[in-house]
């Protein structure tokens, strides 16, 4: 190293980013540490501190190093630090930060009472910042952010928020393009309108009863997770959208035309009706399909799915490639009518793959029919699967069934898998 010209030492050491080692290097040579203010990133582990003596604090060592870089763009804190910290170090490192990452620990509402300003209001000195990703945070309060006119990502995971708050701070940053909140809880009501955004990714953690309405025109990618009631009008770009609520049930779905929708996934314990129905409609030109819904009905009472003709089914939704369907929706295709418009004409002109999982050996006659429906009028059909999930062994239709499954897959070994 000592025989290299400068600049290629401070090019090597410049792609070094854990704190640790940072302060290492300053303490090797002179012209090693004439090379640290030119690092471009910082990372400061989660424990990095918890041995300090002589009266150290992480926020005081975080500001030592920070203070000796020129120019640093990609800021990551783990460790403990206070809200006076953040502001030291945002106060001399913001105005050429990109990618801001913050571990927070502000969820416990005292800590965050004798903080002022909060560490939500200091981040408005990184004004610069393209990308934001929060952890464990707090936020029952508007934060006093001006616009992050560049801001194009935000990611927050694990939080407790209300709904006025969570606007305010949507609307500082109006030109995000990928919005990411996992975790959150105490939200009821989400407003959401952002005119460039793209990428969304919502889980909202309680009682599934949260509603959401959504503006984003330019939107590609939607995934939604702990929503009763799902607005979202203007989708002509939506190209992936995955709905779920693992806690409560999905009343309604509004959704604009999803002419461009590709994939679609809806899971969850119970679904209205209308929801599903209007759902599947929407999408008729989707090419992968992925349906979790256990049961239906409007109120507390848990219905299963009523009959779907299976015909009526691939015909509206003929671009279908993909097709991977649980108990209930399989239950569905396979009632007593639910054959009866197939005939020789009939044919599944784009299904390549299908996998199709069994709870129970209840009208097994008919199950097995639609199974060989598939692959006898799936022309393009290259692999079914077959899983046999939660299925009691202890009587005897289900031996039966299972040996009927067995006989089929020997007959079609090309194209049948079973797990």
């Known amino acids: 190293m000592d025989a290299l010209p400068v600049a290629v030492v401070q090019y090597i050491l410049s792609t070094i980013n854990n704190a640790k080692d940072v302060a ?46 020129l120019q640093l763009e990609d800021l990551v804190v783990y460790c403990p630090f206070t809200s006076t910290g953040l502001a030291s170090w945002l106060s001399l490192a913001g105005s050429s930060l990109k990618n801001l990452e913050l571990r927070m620990d502000n969820l416990v509402d005292h800590i965050t009472t004798n903080e002022n300003p909060s560490k939500l209001d200091c981040l408005h000195a990184a004004r610069n910042i393209e990308s934001l990703r929060l952890w464990g945070v707090l936020m029952v309060d508007a934060p006093k952010w001006d616009t992050f006119h560049k801001l194009q990502s935000l990611e927050i995971v694990g939080a407790k928020m209300v709904d006025l708050a969570l606007a305010e701070a949507l609307r500082a940053i109006p030109n995000l393009t ?21 990428h969304c990714k919502l889980d909202f953690y309680g009682s599934g009863s949260c509603s959401l309405t959504l503006t984003a025109p330019k939107i590609e990618y939607l995934e939604v997770q702990g929503c009763s009631l799902i607005r979202v009008r203007e989708t002509n770009c939506l190209k992936n959208l995955s709905l779920a609520n693992n806690a409560g049930r999905v009343y309604m779905v509004d959704f604009g035309k999803l002419m461009a929708l590709e994939s679609l996934s809806i899971r ?45 089914f691939f015909k509206s939704h003929p671009k279908l490639k993909v097709f991977d369907i649980h108990g209930a929706m399989f239950a569905a295709l396979c009632q007593k009518n639910s054959l009866k418009k197939v005939d020789s004409t009939f044919m599944i002109p784009c299904l390549e793959e299908a996998m199709i999982t069994v709870r129970s050996p209840l009208n097994a006659e008919q199950k097995m029919n639609t199974l060989e429906s598939l692959v006898k009028f799936g022309k393009k059909l290259k692999k079914l699967k077959i899983k046999i999930l939660g299925m009691k062994s202890g009587h005897s239709s289900a031996d039966d069934f299972f040996e009927e499954i067995c006989r089929f897959r020997y007959m079609n070994q090309r194209l049948i898998s079973i797990e």
Request: glycine share 4%; proline share 4%.
């Open 178 to 198: 990928n919005l990411v909140l996992l975790g959150c809880e105490g939200l009821r009501t989400v407003w959401v309108e952002l005119f460039h955004l793209k």
């Open 24 to 69: 290492s290097c300053n303490c090797v040579s002179k012209k090693w540490k004439d090379s640290m203010p030119y690092i471009k990133s910082l990372y400061f582990p989660r424990s990095i501190f918890d041995n300090l003596k002589n009266g150290q604090t992480s926020d005081r060592i975080v500001m030592q190093i920070v203070s000796s870089i």
């Open 268 to 312: 969850g314990v119970q679904w209205c009706w209308d929801a599903i129905n209007k759902m599947l409609q929407l999408a008729s030109e989707v090419t992968h399909l992925y349906m979790k819904v256990e049961f239906t009905g409007d109120f507390e009472a848990l219905l299963p799915f009523p009959e779907i003709d299976f015909v009526d």
